[in-house]
């Protein structure tokens, strides 16, 4: 059963999570074809992070996914995500594309940590890995709008944005109408008004959210702008069609994603969460700082690179949410998964908006360099982590 539930939401996830890069995946066609400036192109990525921010730091403040059962509160996100995202391809300029962009990001606070807290309710002693398995349906769900970009280069934007939403759709069906809640986190519990802020009462949890922010300070910006960095490299090298192949090399890089995910999820449960999650940050700070030696160099180059970066960036992720959720009281997982997701996503704001101000002072080749410091304070937090749980 543990299996079979963690199988069924992280397909669950996959489908949900479409719904993050469905448009950014097609900015430029949405761009062009609304009129939009370089400014309003821009927040039409941000806008998901705000809203994801605001709406995980209000499901937080008010402990609603330990208040209301996951799989339900999962189904709505879904939904209400299809609706706002399918609204883009309704919208007649930046305004309206940007709201519905925003609402997207809302309804996405309820769909990914609420996965979180029903995967870890089907296990405990394997918890680094079924976190793994689903980030790794995250980072798939992430990627595959860079794949239908890419393979269907002459389609128009719109039919790519609404399949997305349809998959969503799909992914509150199946996590409403066949899994069931786990033994291992409590299904609901009372509102607790200082909920949000005691969770963070315990070194453990204030560690691995420090190593969060610096894992989060790197994650969407590379997820964000390795497109446009590896259609920047092939240009300068003369190379046609730059912009499908760069979506080819953004679908690799958050597509590896996956089997780091799960790698380092069986990794962390043999070795220790805190341990792997250092080594995979070190290494993606090494890419990172590294990224601008393969500024063009051939297609394969940069796609085996990207690959390799992707398996890194992310590989950690889940072992964060592991250890928060077995530092945080049992009643109170979802608060504490949503608290630590909300200040993380509001930190990668910061750096998306950077790395094109960046790109335009000092061009694209070296923009990379500004996103090596996170891993290297994150890889630094989970050393102490690791030291605490041995002395």
Request: proline residues 5%; contains cysteine; positive net charge.
């Amino acid at each position: 059963m543990p299996r079979r539930m963690l199988a069924l939401v992280a397909l669950a996830e996959f489908l949900g999570m479409t719904l993050w890069f469905s448009a950014t995946a097609v900015t430029g066609a949405i761009a062009a074809d609304l009129a939009l400036d370089a400014g309003a192109a821009a927040w039409l990525t941000m806008a998901v992070q705000a809203g994801f921010v605001a709406g995980t730091l209000a499901s937080a403040l008010a402990s609603l996914p330990d208040l209301m059962n996951a799989r339900t509160l999962f189904a709505i996100g879904c939904v209400v995500g299809a609706v706002a995202n399918a609204g883009v391809t309704a919208a007649s300029g930046a305004s309206t594309a940007i709201a519905c962009r925003f609402a997207t990001g809302v309804a996405l606070a309820w769909v990914y940590p609420p996965g979180l807290k029903i995967a870890a309710g089907w296990t405990t002693r394997r918890r680094g890995t079924a976190l793994g398995v689903l980030v790794g349906a995250l980072s798939i769900g992430s990627a595959f709008p860079h794949l239908l970009s890419a393979l269907a280069a002459r389609v128009a934007w719109r039919p790519l944005v609404l399949t997305a939403s349809a998959l969503a759709l799909a992914g509150a069906v199946l996590v409403r109408g066949v899994v069931r809640d786990g033994p291992h986190v409590a299904d609901t519990s009372p509102f607790n008004p200082r909920a949000a802020f005691r969770v963070f009462g315990g070194r453990g949890t204030r560690l691995a959210t420090l190593g969060y922010l610096g894992h989060m300070w790197e994650l969407y910006a590379m997820w964000t702008w390795i497109g446009p960095f590896a259609a920047a490299s092939l240009a300068a090298t003369g190379h046609a069609g730059p912009e499908r192949l760069g979506s080819l090399v953004a679908f690799a890089a958050v597509a590896s994603g996956a089997p780091g995910c799960v790698l380092a999820g069986l990794w962390a449960d043999r070795l220790g969460k805190a341990r792997v999650a250092g080594f995979a940050m070190v290494a993606s700070g090494i890419c990172a700082a590294c990224a601008g030696l393969i500024f063009g160099a051939p297609p394969v180059v940069l796609g085996t690179f990207a690959a390799i970066w992707g398996f890194a960036v992310v590989a950690d992720s889940a072992q964060f949410s592991a250890l928060v959720s077995e530092h945080s009281p049992r009643d109170q997982v979802g608060t504490a998964l949503t608290m630590q997701t909300s200040a993380g996503f509001l930190l990668t704001m910061l750096t998306i908006r950077l790395v094109p101000d960046a790109a335009g002072a000092i061009g694209w080749p070296w923009v990379f360099l500004l996103l090596a410091p996170g891993p290297l304070i994150g890889a630094w937090a989970m050393r102490a982590l690791a030291r605490d749980a041995t002395s």
